[in-house]
């Protein structure tokens, strides 16, 4: 079984900057597509970034250059680093994994607890 556990969310002003991170762990024989979703209350939940194990990146269009995704592979984790936030950022932000696991090359497909971000003044 493989776990994903997300840190990073709280409370910021417009236009302030937050790091979400995301670590994976388990008996994990690879990791590949490590990405971020978001929902907001009353909406559907979203793709914020998607970032693939060889550093391809995925946004949503409405991302538009204000978050950066990133990993680090030697520690299974995915970072989203998120600035010019707007209160409409505001949601409960989601780390999503896929892969294979240990010693069974089986398939996984994990989901984070979620962590709430809040942008208000």
């Known amino acids: 079984q493989v776990h994903l556990a997300e840190s990073g969310g709280g409370l910021v002003q417009p236009g302030g900057s937050l790091r979400l991170s995301c670590a994976a762990s388990?008996?994990?024989?690879?990791?590949?597509?490590m990405g971020w979703y978001r929902q907001a209350p009353g909406k559907q939940r979203e793709v914020v970034a998607i970032?693939?194990?060889?550093?391809?990146?995925y946004y949503g269009n409405w991302v538009k250059g204000r978050f950066t995704i990133s990993r680090d592979n030697a520690k299974n984790t995915v970072y989203l680093q998120m600035d010019s936030l707007k209160p409409e950022d505001t949601a409960v932000y989601y780390c999503n994994a896929d892969g294979a696991t240990s010693p069974d090359r089986r398939e996984f497909n994990s989901w984070g607890q979620g962590t709430q971000v809040t942008v208000s003044s």
């Open positions: 388990g008996s994990i024989f690879a990791v590949n597509a």
């Open positions: 970032i693939g194990s060889d550093g391809s990146t």
